[in-house]
């Protein structure tokens, strides 16, 4: 919008219609008068169309008839006439003073608090140190010192390296940058050995640090040793001296054949829900974290019931919403009755749950070669039993016992 445009629209203007025999007169007294007018048209000869400021338009009507001429208001534009319209409806005058005060007045709080470039850190998590630190919504934004707040937050959470937070009216953007997430490490001074963790048969081993205790093909049971937390030291040639050992931390890879068996038992009657059509509604309203309930705080009148929560939140343009919440909260009435399960549904449900836990067993390097289920129902109840036969990482590093603690 030009301008020129704002300013007509802030002062306000007059269409008018000027019909006679000599309407040209009517615009030369205009100009005398030093009436500003723009738009001029002529649908004909004797017809003239402009339009005046709204400041200029009295005294006009005398000038149409010293020209012999008739000057109709076609149509009124701008600030001052819209404003006239509420001359008497007082209602709606104080109305629109409201809500431009109310305006004026939310634009200097924060009411929207927006993360964003954050991975691993929940918004939550941020959202809530921010409250803490005395930034949210309701916050009065111009006594918010940004940069301290944001340093102050790095500081208390350490999964952010980087803050920064831009208060742009109602709405303050935090932007942040995580850390680089840690490498995991060894601590090679606590020493110890790496013993099998299941029953197998070895099928690869690879000593880092240590003495392999086991061969390719051996068949250890849970809690053989399988790389000793030591290294064998031989005195020098020809030498009379013992051999020496020298302990550290056991470090490297063992791989083995295992079979593992899994079991998963569910009963055949289980009790659900059955609503009995009863239930009891509330309405609530939240602005800027603070909660008012439109029902009366009389408890619940079910012993036992499910609660369904419907919020509306009032929508922003650019964003997600603001911080203004109706919820209506639904408390329904169920009793509970017991029901057969359907056998079959039951045993593809456990399976899924024991394959579930196989996978989290062998981890991300371990692998099935080969599994099958059977089922079997005894005293109301099915129970389910997975064997597998597997190759899976073996070791799991023990911590050595010190000699003053050890029996």
């Keep these: 919008m030009a301008v020129r445009q704002i300013v007509n629209l802030l002062r306000g203007s007059v269409e ?11 615009l030369n007294l205009c100009a ?13 000869s004797h017809t003239l169309r402009l339009t005046v400021a709204w400041t200029d338009r009295a005294g006009l009507g005398e000038l149409g008839e010293r020209t012999m001429c008739t000057v109709t208001r076609r149509r009124r534009r ?4 819209f404003l006239l319209g509420f001359r008497h409806r007082y ?16 634009s200097r709080f924060v009411l929207v608090v927006e993360v964003e470039g954050n991975h691993r850190v929940a918004d939550v998590v941020i959202l809530t140190e921010l409250q803490r630190l005395g930034l949210g919504p309701g916050t009065y934004g111009p006594g918010v010192a940004a940069r301290e707040v944001a340093n102050e937050a790095v500081l208390r959470m350490e999964d952010i390296a980087w803050m920064a937070i831009n208060i742009k009216g109602f709405q303050a953007q935090v932007l942040v940058q995580e850390t680089l997430p840690r490498p995991e490490t060894v601590n090679e001074t606590v020493l110890g050995d790496i013993v099998a963790e299941a029953p197998g048969i070895i099928t690869h081993i690879e000593a880092w640090s240590g003495d392999a205790a086991v061969e390719e093909g051996a068949t250890v049971l849970a809690g053989d040793v399988l790389i000793r937390g030591s290294i064998q030291m031989d005195p020098p040639q020809w030498s009379e001296n013992p051999i020496l050992w020298m302990p550290v931390r056991a470090m490297g890879q063992v791989e083995g ?3 593992r068996t899994l079991t998963a038992v569910i009963p055949l009657e289980a009790e659900v829900k059955r609503y009995t059509g009863e239930e009891k509604s509330g309405w609530s ?3 800027l974290g603070r909660r008012v309930n439109f029902f009366q705080n009389s408890g619940i009148p079910f012993d036992r019931y499910d609660k369904i929560s419907r919020t509306w939140c009032l929508p922003q343009p650019k ?20 029901l057969p399960v ?11 749950r024991l394959a579930e836990q196989l996978a989290a067993l062998l981890g991300e390097d371990g692998r099935e070669v080969s599994r099958s289920f059977s089922a079997e129902v005894a005293d109301g109840q099915l129970a389910v039993t997975l064997t597998a036969e597997c190759v899976e990482e073996l070791g799991r590093f023990v911590p050595a016992v010190p000699a003053e603690t050890a029996p």
């Design 16 to 26: 008018l219609e000027v019909q006679g025999a000599f309407p040209e007169r009517f």
């Design 32 to 44: 005398q008068r030093g009436v500003a007018f723009w738009g001029v048209e002529w649908p004909d």
């Design 78 to 81: 701008g600030l001052p006439p």
């Design 91 to 106: 209602a709606l005058l104080a109305g629109l003073c409201l809500a431009l005060l109310v305006t004026v007045v939310l």
């Design 257 to 259: 054949r295992t079979w």
């Design 285 to 287: 309203l939240t602005f």
């Design 319 to 338: 964003s997600g919403g603001l911080p203004v919440f109706l919820c209506r909260e639904t408390w329904r009435e169920y009793e509970t009755v017991s």
């Design 342 to 352: 359907e056998e079959g549904a039951a045993r593809v449900l456990l399976e899924e």
